[in-house]
């Protein structure tokens, strides 16, 4: 619970969206693909500045 509780507001609530209030199995894949998308587009502008 100490890693959600020093997380950003704003990923607790997409996380509670995720939990509680989304309702299909193709909005959950659209959503997993755009986090993805973002994570690996920001992973490789860390990389480069490294």
């Given at each position: 619970?100490?890693?959600?509780?020093s997380?950003?507001?704003?990923?607790?609530?997409?996380?509670?969206?995720?939990?509680?209030?989304?309702?299909?199995?193709?909005?959950?894949?659209?959503?997993?693909?755009?986090?993805?998308?973002?994570?690996?587009?920001?992973?490789?502008?860390?990389k480069?500045?490294?």
């Amino acid at each position: 619970m100490k890693l959600f509780d020093s997380l950003p507001k704003s990923i607790k609530k997409t996380l509670r969206y995720i939990n509680q209030d989304l309702d299909s199995l193709h909005k959950l894949e659209e959503l997993q693909a755009t986090l993805n998308h973002y994570i690996e587009k920001r992973k490789r502008q860390l990389k480069k500045g490294s």
